[in-house]
């Protein structure tokens, strides 16, 4: 057998003699291609800023905000983040392996465990959920868009038609951004994560200086006591904790797109570690400090950041405020919400559709979604949207990570996952049903207390659905796998296969 895959460093890329195998192939396009070794650029800095680019960001904002509004106090909400962002770690970095190792974007990651059309099922799936965030941060965008404009003109903020255009402005110029590719997106990120930073910071001064010269203190923003009712603690707790989860869940399954591009796996590794959690944890508490603050301030908990930014009086300040909330949306915007859905889509007919159709295909699904009804209250955000679409992530993970880790021990065929019926991972028609059928088992179960929410059981099943699903595929999968071997590259194999 030729040596159709070149290691260089713990590092593969398709050799000369494995592209020529592929090239024909109507499962690729340069796009979905392995990443070559000379591409593999980003280090720990970038993917750092990558994360701290998504991470600060309006929703992050709202998620804690949000928690405070639903009954938490700052501390519980805080905690709740914490939590949340420390146990989507493990999945994200678990995934990010092959990514680096073998330069391979997400569809085709999913090829693995799926079959090249069933992989169809998943990259969709979370395409469609991209779709959806593309879109609410467009919204979000437009809004601050439209602040900026209409703190400087009156006629504009009279208008009501002021905040669509604002919206569609927004949107066009992010799906041009995202049309551009990876190097854009990784230039876009290097320098708004230092200005996000210094925006942020100068956020958390106001509300603590506005609260001063009112006579108050920091305390007292801290002080402000939790309004659950009494016993219904972790019905707001556990819901919100799954909402945080499933709040980087998407990454979690995509994440080789972007650890695909990096020099090291532990340049990755460090960068993520470095950048999500920390991050994360830091601006939900300018988001609690800030909304503890508007309670004083206003005398009510003013959960969207747009609408402090319309109360600053000042039309300077407004403007700036509003400048971070485009720049905190964009950065997060493109980088985490097109990228996978345009390899998704790419992935149906490589042939056919490139990575920028696909980027353009995600900027109409954005509209279609109609973010503004899904942003209409704090509730149908974290309980309705986030809440929802994590449940049926949570299995797609652990299938991924039980595949990869369990099932094949790291060892791939980077020619089978483009040679459609010639190749190791064609399964049965190009679905492994087994990797199908476990996700709807996992996915049931986990639904149960959407269906009899008053049903005990069920319903904290479900108020974990994204861990409980997650620890059964990990479970499920190998044991459906067991007896199919077909698919796998024996140690002998892989050294025969691989130049080194």
Known sequence: MSKHQKEVGGLYELSDSGEKIVKN?????????????KERTWGTYHIATLWVGMAVCIPTYMMASGLMAAG?????????????????????????????????????????????????LASIARAIVAAGWFGIQCWIGGAALDTVVGSISASWAAWAGSVWVSFFIFWGFSVFIAWKGPDAIKSLESWGAPLLGVLTACLVIWAIVTVKNMGGTVGDI???????????????????????????????????????????????????????PTTMTLFAFAGVLVTGATKIIFG???WDPTGVIARLGSP?????????????TMTTNIAANVVAPANGIS???????SYRIGALITGVLGVAIMPWRLLSSAGAYIFGWLGTYGLFLGPLAGIYVADY??????????????????????????????????????????????????????????????????ILAVILYPLMMKSDSSSLVSDEEEASITER
């Open 72 to 120: 938490l106090s700052w501390w519980q909400a805080l905690l709740n983040i914490m939590i949340g962002n420390l146990i989507v770690l493990i999945p994200m970095q678990l995934n990010s392996h092959a990514g680096t190792k073998y330069g391979i974007p997400f569809p085709v990651f999913a090829r693995l465990s799926f079959g090249p059309k069933g992989a169809h």
């Open 300 to 302: 009510e908990f003013i």
């Open 405 to 470: 880790y369990i099932f094949r021990k790291k060892k791939l065929d980077l020619t089978g996952l483009f040679q459609g019926d010639q190749g190791r991972y064609w399964y049965k028609n190009g679905f492994n049903w087994k990797a199908v059928l476990t996700w709807a088992i996992c996915g049931f179960v986990v639904v149960l207390g959407k269906i009899f929410p008053d049903v005990t059981i069920f319903a904290r099943l479900t108020e974990n659905g994204i861990l409980v699903g997650f």
């Open 222 to 276: 801290f002080n402000l006591p939790a309004t659950y009712v009494k016993g219904q603690f972790w019905r707001i707790f556990l819901p919100g904790l799954g909402g945080n989860i499933a709040f980087w869940a998407t990454l979690a399954l995509n994440i080789p797109d972007f650890s695909r591009y990096a020099k090291t796996q532990r340049q990755q590794f460090m960068g993520q570690l470095l950048g999500l």
């Open 347 to 353: 992935n149906i007919s490589p042939k056919r559709l």
């Open 316 to 328: 300077v300040a407004a403007i700036l405020g509003a400048v971070g909330v485009v720049v905190a």
């Open 25 to 37: 192939s109507k499962y690729y396009n340069e796009d979905l291609a392995p990443t070559k070794l």
